[in-house]
Structures are given as C-alpha cells and as structure tokens.
C-alpha cells in the first residue's frame, strides 16, 4: 500500500518557496521528504523525494495516501493552512513533536486578539463577524482609519486600509473572499513603528528573541524588506517578555512563533498579529546572516525529537538587511530575464540572493506577499553597513518583464510567485 513512498521520511506539509529550505535540510541530512501540497506545480516539489498533491487543510486524505507510512517527522513553514493538519497527523502516528493544540488560535485573529488581552498586552479596538452585514454595522462604530482582513488569512491577502465608511463593505467583501472560514475582522489602525518579533521557545522559556523592522511596497501593507531592528534595551526586553507570555499562553513550550507588533506613537507596543510557525518573507535567512542562527535546522531538529538548541545560539551579533524582489508593473507580465545578478553575488557582505522566478514565468503585479519572485540579503558589522551593501547590491539586479495581455497568459509558465490556491 505505501511501497512508492520513502521510509523514514519528513512530511513537510506546504510546497511554497518559502518551504525550499526545510526540504534542503532534510536532503542534507539524507533524510528523504515527502511535499504536501494540492498545487500540481508547487516550486517546493523539485526538492522533495516524494510528491503529495492534496491540500495541508485535508488531514484524512493525506493519511489515507501515505496508507500505512510511519514518517521519521512532521513540519510545516510559513503557512497558516497547514497547522490543524500538523497537529493532527503529529498524534495519529505518535511523532516526537506534536504541533500544540493551543497555539492553533493564532491562526484566528479575533481568538488571539482575546488571548492576547488576557495576557496583559496592550490592545486596541476590533470587531469580527462570519455575517457581512453585521461585520460593516459594528465597525462603522469604530475610529477611522480601519483594517479589513480575513480572520484566517496571512500574507496580506484580502488586507484593506479603510478611511471612510462607504468603503467597508467592498473591504469586508473583499476579506471574506480569502478567508476559509469567511469570517472577517475589522480593527483599528495603530499607526507607529513596525516591527516583528522572531522567538524559538525551549522548555516554555525565549531561547532565541529577534526583532525586526518592517518596510512595505508603496503605500500598501505588502512587506518589501526586513531588517534587524535597532531598539532600547528597555523596548527590546519588554517586547521579549511580552512574546513570551503570549507563547506560553498558546502552548508552545518547545518551537517557533512569530508576532506582527506595532511600537505606537504613544511608547506603546501592541501585538497585531501572532503566527505560531517559523516566519515567511526570507526570515530564517535574515536571521542566519546577522546572528549564524539556523531556525531551520533547530526546527527540523525538534520535528525528529533532538535536541535543537544548538542551532539557536547566536555566534555573532551583526546586522542583516533583506528586500523582497517584485515585479514594477501594475499588470502582469512575462519575466524576459534577470540582469546583474552575478555582479551583485559578488559584492562582499551579500549572504543569499534567491530567485523564484525564471525567464518565460508570469509575474503579477507585487500586491501582496506571495508574488514576490526573489530575495536578496546582505549582512554588515552595523545597521548602516548592512543597508549600503543591500542598497548597492540591488541597484545591480534588474528583472526585465514585459506586459502581457489576457491572450498571452496561458502561454507562459507560472512560477512561485504567482501560483494560486491554498497549499
């Protein structure tokens, strides 16, 4: 029944780009992985020993698949489809780690918004509804600016600024049209500082707390780059212990997690968001060039039960930057090539320079976080140092796309960017 899948293998559930380096770790262990993912052309498989094309929300008919496979391990990446499935597949076949149970609320945000309030951190104002009419009533009680998202979602999918009530219930339309469970929540806008908080939790203790700041393409919420964020010790202790409550709220006593926060014009910090896996955006590889930690390796560690801290003690303190590459275009377009890329791998200081897209692929427009198509990130002795290798390398890299019209799209490749669907 099973004879075509791999003994003692990785279930990696998520075949996205930004699962590539879980199934790299797994290869260089000589560990053979097995790629969920219900996109027949998931960037993710060309790694894998074995292909699973099913969705990582559908627990029964992935275990129905692998028939009587007993898996060395289970891990996901930076999806939020995946983790009930995780959870559930970690106690049916009794695998060393089990995702908690409890951290599943960060993947609703109205239930985190509630814990997170009965943790002590600082809130502000939100409603949510599975009813639109209902969702657009109470927020229209709100203070504008508003936030429009799905419950559910992630990657700025379905995400709206909202400054005047006649535009909420396009917003929550909009919203429920990327959320599973058609459920959308509005909250008030927190203008200040944006940052996000990486944490790796060992015997319900931080092990690993790193801070990052945030820039977004344009005037949108879609994150263009990340860099390690420059904080007084006071903010960057008190964010630590505030993450780490939280954590232990959502039961994550060994494994990562991850927290949007916003450092308000008013001193305050406020949690926006949490995800209870590793970070997307390139976030392991920022953090291995500025600190030589490999979250990555501690999380497939943990996945197969050994010990994982090693991987998670820093061996320098440094500085990294990091830029999301995307298309210019406000349409969509073929990638013809890619310029300067050698000249830029060359420069000192540039640590990884990843590529999604290859000539001949379609690129959508840069509207949300899944249609970037490359990364680049470079590390200095200091913050500034960092930003003028990033800011020197990326003047050399030039992707040449050209505008396609309806007629031409089916003609062209899709790459990891532009895939649709829910892994």
């Known amino acids: 029944m099973s004879e075509h899948w791999p003994t003692g293998a990785l279930i990696v559930l998520g075949a996205s780009e930004e699962h590539i380096p879980l199934y790299r770790e797994a290869r260089r262990r000589n560990i053979p992985s097995i790629a969920v993912d219900m996109r027949a ?34 891990v996901g990446g930076a999806s939020d489809a995946a983790p009930a499935t995780w959870h559930t597949l970690g106690l049916r076949y009794g695998t060393a780690y089990v995702y908690p149970e409890k951290a599943l609320a960060a993947g609703d945000k109205a239930a985190f918004h509630t814990l997170a309030a009965s943790c002590g951190a600082t809130g502000y104002a939100w409603t949510a509804s599975d009813n639109p009419e209902e969702v657009v009533a109470k927020a229209a009680r709100l203070y504008f600016p508003l936030m429009v998202k799905p419950v559910d979602g992630s990657g700025s999918k379905g995400v709206t600024h909202v400054t005047r009530c006649d535009d909420l219930s396009g917003a929550v339309a909009c919203a429920r049209s990327c959320s599973a469970s058609g459920s959308v929540i509005v909250e008030e806008f927190v203008r200040g500082r944006p940052l996000a908080v990486e944490v790796f939790m060992q015997d319900s203790q931080a092990l690993l707390t790193c801070i990052t700041e945030k820039t977004f393409v344009d005037s949108s919420f879609v994150v263009r780059g990340l860099s390690t964020a420059r904080l007084p010790s006071a903010v960057h202790d008190h964010l630590k212990v505030t993450v780490e409550r939280l954590c232990r709220a959502l039961g994550i006593v060994d494994g990562p997690a991850n927290f949007d926060v916003v450092l308000g014009t008013d001193g305050q910090a406020r949690v926006i968001e949490a995800n209870a896996r590793l970070g997307g955006d390139g976030v392991p590889r920022l953090l291995a060039a500025a600190y030589g930690v490999n979250v990555v390796r501690g999380l497939v560690a943990l996945a197969l039960g050994e010990p994982f801290g090693d991987h998670l003690t820093p061996t320098r303190t440094g500085h990294a930057a990091l830029e999301l590459i995307g298309s210019t275009l406000t349409e969509d377009g ?20 990843e590529l999604y897209a290859k000539p001949g692929d379609l690129v959508r427009p840069h509207d949300q976080s899944g249609h970037k198509i490359g990364l680049i990130v470079a ?5 500034a140092d960092a930003t003028s290798v990033l800011t020197t390398a990326r003047a050399l890299i030039r992707p040449v796309i050209r505008p396609v019209s309806i007629g031409d799209l089916a003609d062209l490749d899709h790459p990891a960017g532009v895939r649709g669907g829910r892994s």
């Open 41 to 74: 052309d998931a960037p993710a498989f060309a790694f894998a020993d074995a292909v699973l094309a099913i969705s990582t929300r559908d627990a029964d008919a992935i275990a129905d698949a692998l028939g009587d496979v007993r898996p060395a391990g289970i």
């Open 334 to 353: 073929e990638l013809l090539t890619w310029e300067g890329v050698a000249g830029a791998r060359s420069i000192p200081g540039v640590t990884d320079i």
């Open 379 to 383: 590390a200095g002795a200091s913050a």
